[in-house]
């Protein structure tokens, strides 16, 4: 299956057809958005989580300056 997906990708014959600068845009914001969450996805659920977690193990210092 994955063989005959690739021989048809690969096989595909090039549109030759006119993408517009408003269409053109949009399609690039839409991917850089898309890019930004996916990665925003990644810090919010792999990172946060991670700090906490280091920072729960650190050793708490009872002489700080309560200020």
Do not use: C, E, S
């Not at 990644?42 to 989580?49: D, E, I, K, L, Q």
């Amino acid at each position: 299956m994955a063989i005959a997906g690739l021989a048809t990708v690969l096989n595909a014959a090039p549109a030759l057809a006119y993408v517009g600068p408003g269409a053109g845009l949009t399609a690039l914001g839409t991917m850089i958005a898309v890019i930004a969450v996916l990665l925003l996805a990644v810090v919010g659920f792999v990172w946060y989580p991670l700090k906490r977690l280091l920072r729960k193990n650190q050793p708490v210092d009872d002489n700080k300056d309560p200020r």
